[in-house]
């Protein structure tokens, strides 16, 4: 047996590069650091476990961090420690007496008439607690500004602390291949403790501890299950799809919501399978080699222009890309790298993306015509903003999702008033759920004919009495100069039979369109209309092509008399 592969044979090793460079760096920062320096704590707080650079490099960086912390030292250089801190009013950081403030300002906000000090407004308590979340959770300011805004403040700091636990495991039984009651008795039988998702979920399994790597057992390679996060059960819940439909999943990796799909068309009908990101559609291919899927196509195409690819679908899933507030637990960088400018991005591109899938939704679908919406954020901008939209830019309604649990959507925000359909739609929360937070709606299609807006042509100018006048002249313009009987022709023809020009005006409408008074200058600097337009028709003999010469003209009345006599 090798030494690799003999649990017996253990051999010492010395410390390796990594272990090599840390001391050597560490030895080289020693000197540059007196005996009882306050601001060596610089140095130990960093805890720089991995150097990719160079030795040299790192010195010089570990001096410059030495030479800043001095120059604060100096400030104090009078005592030491937290003493010199206090005496000159700059109390350390004490997260204990923040999370105490934080807890007392929400008390005093949630009975402000009998709990506040007097002379004190409600704004300044609410900017104090704004600072102190900031601070204590990791915030951004116009993140926290958000949540005040979508939360009570009663419910604002339980939220906040769902977001720093994880959510638990769960995987999703694969039932082209196994049930659930024997999936959990293999994976029992292997040190994994589980118990069912929910009773809202058929195939879900929630799981505690494993001794075995969940993402490695002989059952995941299998494709027995795959490991799903509770809240992406709800979309394809809502969906419903049925056996033998046509079905799209417009974002679709990383193909967890698409084998659902298939399991539950139990490998029958069409499933397209697209996402705007090739790479991304690695995972969704092996996933559906993985989970012996059959039914399923994958294409690779922007989802604004997927109605130019094809359309007609029974059913169309669409999980929008968004801004990710729903999943600060896995991922925190999404506390402070969000700002409006991100929020209103990812709206107007969900935008575009829900008017898409509505134009792939068949309407005459015998079993389906519906599309459901969701996302991973919380906010009404990337939610109910986008489903608001969708109702007035074309023929579809918002029907029940299906979905017995979760909070209703908002009808109204602030200043903002949606659809009161929109209560049909489901918000789920992490303090709330144990899960993600997301959003779903489910739309029903009951048109394919798309809604225009109808155009108004306003000639200006004109008033609300002849209002009428000036849309009929609207709708002469478009046909062409030579169909309409009124304007500079008529002056033409004034001059091409003796008449005074005076004539020619009193025919002419009272009031004068901008356009009329701009060609009136221009006949005063340049001469008469007439002579500039022979000018044009001598230059542009496409246009007399089109015309009817009175040779033609003579023949045609010809051919039409013998016609008649015969």
Same mark, same amino acid.
């Given at each position: 047996m %090798?030494?690799?592969l003999d649990p017996t044979n253990k051999v010492k090793r010395g410390p390796g590069k990594k272990a090599k460079k840390?001391?050597?760096?560490?030895?080289?920062? &020693?000197? =540059?650091?007196?005996?009882?320096?306050?601001c060596a704590l610089y140095y130990f707080t960093l805890k720089i476990h991995t150097m990719v650079f160079n030795k040299k490099h790192f010195v010089f960086l570990t001096a410059s961090l030495w030479l800043v912390g001095k120059s604060i030292s100096c400030l104090f250089a009078d005592?030491?420690?937290?003493?010199?801190?206090?005496? $000159?009013? +700059?109390?350390? @950081?004490?997260?204990?007496?923040?999370?105490?403030? /934080?807890?007392d300002n929400i008390d005093v906000l949630c009975n402000f008439s009998t709990k506040r000090e007097e002379g004190k407004e409600r704004a300044e308590y609410i900017s104090l607690l704004k600072k102190d979340l900031c601070t204590y959770y990791s915030y951004? !300011?116009?993140?926290?500004?958000?949540?005040?805004?979508?939360?009570? *403040?009663?419910? @604002?700091?339980?939220?906040?602390?769902?977001?720093?636990?994880?959510r638990p495991v769960t995987i999703r039984t694969n039932t082209l291949k196994t049930r659930r009651r024997d999936l959990a008795q293999a994976l029992i039988n292997r040190g994994v403790n589980l118990d069912p998702l929910g009773k809202w979920s058929k195939v879900g399994l929630v799981i505690y501890d494993s001794s075995v790597p969940v993402g490695a057992t002989p059952e995941y390679l299998s494709g027995q299950y795959m490991l799903q996060g509770a809240s992406s059960f709800l979309p394809v819940m809502a969906l419903s799809p049925q056996e033998g439909e046509l079905v799209l999943d417009m974002s679709s990796a990383p193909g967890g919501k698409t084998t659902y799909i298939a399991q @539950?068309?139990?490998?029958?009908?069409? /499933?397209?399978?697209?996402?705007?990101?090739?790479?991304?559609?690695?995972?969704? &291919?092996?996933? /559906?080699?993985?989970?012996? &899927?059959?039914? !399923?196509?994958?294409?690779?195409?922007?989802?604004?222009? =997927?109605?130019k690819v094809m359309g007609g679908f029974d059913r169309v899933l669409l999980d929008a890309p968004c801004s990710g507030t729903g999943v600060i637990a896995k991922d925190p960088a999404v506390k402070t790298s969000k700002d409006d400018a991100d929020i209103h991005r990812s709206a107007h591109l969900q935008k575009e993306l829900i008017l898409s899938a509505i134009d792939s939704v068949n309407a005459?679908?015998?079993?389906? %015509?519906?599309?459901?919406?969701?996302?991973?954020? /919380?906010? +009404?901008?990337?939610?109910?903003?986008? +489903?608001?939209?969708? *109702?007035?830019?074309?023929? &579809?309604?918002? +029907?029940?999702?299906?979905?017995?649990?979760?909070?209703?959507?908002?009808?109204? =925000?602030?200043? $903002?008033?949606?659809?009161?359909?929109?209560?049909?739609?489901?918000?789920?929360?992490?303090?709330?759920?144990?899960?993600d937070g997301f959003f779903v709606a489910k739309l029903k299609k009951f048109s394919n004919v798309i809604p225009t807006a109808p155009t108004k042509k306003i000639v200006p100018g004109k008033t609300q009495a002849n209002g009428k006048a000036a849309g009929k002249m609207a709708n002469v313009k478009p046909k062409g100069k030579k169909d309409s009987p009124a304007g500079p022709k008529k002056a033409k023809i004034a001059k091409m039979d003796g008449e005074t020009v005076k004539g020619a005006k009193a025919k002419k409408p009272t009031v004068k369109t901008a356009e009329e008074t701009k060609a009136s200058k221009a006949d005063k600097k340049d001469g008469s209309r007439f002579e500039k337009k022979q000018g044009?028709?001598?230059? !542009?003999?496409?246009?007399?092509?089109? $015309? @009817? %010469?009175?040779?033609?003209?003579?023949?045609?009345?010809?051919?039409?008399?013998?016609?008649?006599i015969d």
């Open positions: %090798g030494r690799k840390q001391q050597g760096a560490e030895t080289e920062l &020693v000197k =540059f650091i007196d005996d009882g320096d306050y005592e030491t420690g937290p003493k010199r801190m206090s005496s $000159r009013g +700059v109390l350390p @950081l004490d997260l204990k007496t923040i999370h105490q403030r /934080i807890k951004n !300011t116009f993140l926290i500004e958000k949540l005040i805004d979508l939360f009570p *403040l009663s419910e @604002l700091v339980d939220f906040l602390e769902a977001n720093e636990i994880q @539950l068309m139990r490998n029958t009908g069409v /499933i397209v399978a697209n996402d705007a990101n090739a790479e991304r559609l690695k995972s969704v &291919v092996g996933n /559906i080699h993985r989970l012996g &899927v059959t039914n !399923t196509v994958v294409c690779n195409y922007d989802g604004r222009q =997927f109605p005459e679908s015998p079993s389906g %015509g519906y599309l459901v919406y969701c996302t991973c954020s /919380i906010m +009404v901008e990337e939610n109910e903003w986008v +489903v608001d939209y969708a *109702l007035k830019k074309r023929n &579809v309604k918002l +029907v029940p999702t299906g979905l017995d649990f979760g909070k209703e959507g908002f009808t109204r =925000f602030k200043e $903002r008033r949606f659809h009161p359909t929109l209560k049909l739609s489901r918000r789920f929360y992490p303090h709330s759920h144990n899960m044009k028709n001598r230059n !542009t003999p496409m246009k007399a092509n089109k $015309r @009817l %010469g009175k040779n033609k003209f003579r023949k045609l009345k010809n051919m039409l008399e013998k016609q008649e």
